[in-house]
Each structure stands twice: as structure tokens, then as C-alpha cells.
């Protein structure tokens, strides 16, 4: 299993960045997907969730309205649409795997939810 994220980097606010994840080693769409991320010093926090066949999304209230989560699994791949960014959103993004038959439950998580990530891409919003 593996999973790899890009298209993080550094922008201005109001700016926005679409972050890629592809995936291998495991059938896509049959795991519901997420896409967490984590500022320096801080816990793992969670943005959005995405059913295994793409027609439920869940999104943290802070990012909802800017951010938009997509699939497409016949290329085995997880997208995370960015709009409108701002300095909080600055932190190292995460997609990860939700363990089988499992689906989004809470906004509340922990790695122990998810069991595979990958290593993350960075995104930096700074004027």
C-alpha cells in the first residue's frame, strides 16, 4: 500500500492549490478517504472525508465552503480542491486510508482511525 501526496507549496492568501494523491497497492474504491493535516506543534487534525464511491463528503466547519474533496478511483487517485486560503490552513496535508468498512463518524480523530497515510506535501500560506 502506498500513498503519495502533491501539489502543497507556498501562496498568498486568498490563493489557491489543488493537493493530488495517488495510490497503489490496494483497490481504491473500496475505502472511504480523508484528508488530515498537522501544524508544527500541534495534533493531527481532521479536514474531510469522502465515501469509497465519491457521493458523500464531509468537511471540518472551518474549511467548508473553500475546500473540496474528490476521487476519482479509476485512476486510483484523491484530490483536495483548496480555495481561498488563509494562514491557518498552513500545516503538512495528509491523505489517508480509512480501515475497511469503516466511514466518517466523527470530526474528532487520531492515526488510529486511518491505516495507512502517506508522508504529506506542505502548504504554506503567507503573505
Known amino acids: 500500500v502506498q500513498m503519495v501526496e502533491s501539489g502543497g507549496g507556498l501562496v498568498q492568501p486568498g490563493e489557491s492549490l489543488r493537493l493530488s494523491c495517488a495510490s497503489s497497492?490496494?483497490?481504491?474504491?473500496?475505502?472511504?478517504m480523508a484528508w488530515l493535516r498537522q501544524a508544527p506543534g500541534k495534533g493531527v487534525e481532521w479536514i474531510s472525508d469522502?465515501?469509497?464511491?465519491?457521493?458523500?463528503?464531509w468537511y471540518k466547519a472551518s474549511v467548508k465552503g473553500r475546500f473540496t474533496i474528490s476521487r476519482d478511483n479509476a485512476k486510483n487517485m484523491l484530490y483536495l480542491q483548496m480555495d481561498n486560503l488563509n494562514p491557518e490552513d498552513t500545516a503538512l496535508y495528509h491523505c489517508?486510508?480509512?480501515?475497511?468498512?469503516?466511514?466518517?463518524?466523527?470530526?474528532?480523530?487520531?492515526?488510529?482511525?486511518?491505516?495507512?497515510w502517506g508522508q504529506g506535501t506542505q502548504v504554506t500560506v503567507s503573505s
Open positions: 489517508a486510508r480509512r480501515h475497511y468498512g469503516q466511514g466518517y463518524a466523527s470530526s474528532l480523530v487520531n492515526w488510529r482511525d486511518f491505516d495507512h
Open positions: 497497492g490496494f483497490t481504491l474504491s473500496m475505502y472511504d
Open positions: 469522502i465515501s469509497s464511491g465519491g457521493t458523500s463528503t
